[in-house]
């Protein structure tokens, strides 16, 4: 479900220290990520108009989205079917080896030899009924008051009723450190004292990793990854457009392309997100020296609003403020 090696910042760590620890290892996805190819199993998952559901719901935009099955491709499975595959087969082993109950990591007690019949309210909702699914979700939302299924599919979104415009947030941990409401401090030297900062940005080329890759859109940057810099950052190291370059600092070190631009400022380096692993020399991605500092109001918790987890494998994925150097490849 997600490309951690791709994603997670001081990726190398993981392969490090997680991955001689794991049996096997099964990516779930419909490219061959820089995950998929440290895997065991690479499984393929529907594409985007292979399957139907909504589409990409976070708490970040005021819209949910619907989009519908077009077209399928040999043995890709929807999300919603591969779940359903999984725990017919969890709740299965488990009669069959007669393990009725497990802790979850909230320390919960829950069933395992009943996943699936709870998972799919007693069968009422089959492997293959993403469209069922999907209507009932909708039909069950608090902040979709008045919108059906039928009609978000022919409208192709709708707008969430509720988003909130709260931003105090009045809880002890965030009060300590002076966060209560969005505050600017100065960031630390992550990666060392160097006079470069590493910043990012969404691509405009891509939704994150998916198309990268794509010969067609990789004409509109250099058909490589690209770093911009200012133009008297490059002159004084003697670096021209279009070099390679190496960048570095206390944690690591990758090769780049530059591309010199006066909307930069000096003391800053720019890398758009998202470029995969395997496209840098000797597959190393610039992520590999991003250390990613936790900031400890990722720490709270104990309010219905504020239930902090780790997305894919750590707590933060802060890479606007890395400081780095670079030099003439």
């Known amino acids: 479900g997600s490309n951690p090696l791709r994603r997670v910042r001081s990726y190398p760590l993981l392969l490090e220290h997680l991955w001689p620890k794991l049996r096997q290892i099964v990516t779930l996805d419909w490219r061959m990520s820089s995950t998929a190819r440290f895997s065991d199993f690479a499984l393929p998952v529907a594409a985007w108009y292979e399957r139907t559901e909504h589409k990409w719901v976070t708490s970040l935009m005021p819209f949910i989205h619907a989009g519908e099955k077009l077209t399928s491709y040999y043995e890709a499975k929807s999300d919603w079917e591969i779940l359903s595959l999984l725990a017919q087969k969890v709740q299965q082993r488990a009669r069959e080896r007669g393990l009725s109950r497990f802790v979850d990591r909230q320390g919960n007690e829950r069933r395992l030899d009943d996943v699936w019949d709870y998972f799919s309210e007693s069968g009422r909702f089959g492997p293959t009924d993403d469209d069922a699914v999907a209507g009932e979700l909708i039909a069950k939302s608090s902040n979709l008051e008045g919108v059906t299924w039928e009609a978000l599919k022919e409208q192709g979104f709708a707008r969430f009723t509720g988003t909130g415009d709260k931003f105090l947030i009045d809880h002890e941990l965030y009060e300590e450190m002076g966060e209560t409401l969005p505050v600017h401090k100065d960031s630390p030297t992550a990666g060392g004292d160097h006079p470069l900062t590493l910043t990012g940005g969404h691509t405009r080329w891509s939704i994150h990793a998916a198309w990268r890759d794509d010969k067609l859109m990789l004409q509109q940057q250099r058909a490589q990854p690209v770093m911009y810099t200012s133009v008297s950052d490059a002159r004084m190291r003697g670096i ?90």
């Open 240 to 329: 021209a457009d279009g070099d390679r370059v190496r960048v570095w600092n206390d944690r690591a070190a990758f090769h780049i392309m530059v591309k010199t631009s006066p909307a930069v400022r000096p003391g800053q380096v720019i890398i758009y997100h998202a470029w995969e692993n395997h496209q840098f020399e000797g597959g190393v991605g610039f992520q590999n020296l991003i250390p990613s500092p936790l900031n400890p109001v990722e720490l709270a918790g104990g309010q219905f609003h504020l239930r902090p987890m780790p997305i894919c494998m750590q707590p933060s994925h802060t890479d606007r403020d890395t400081r780095v150097n670079m030099e003439k490849a």
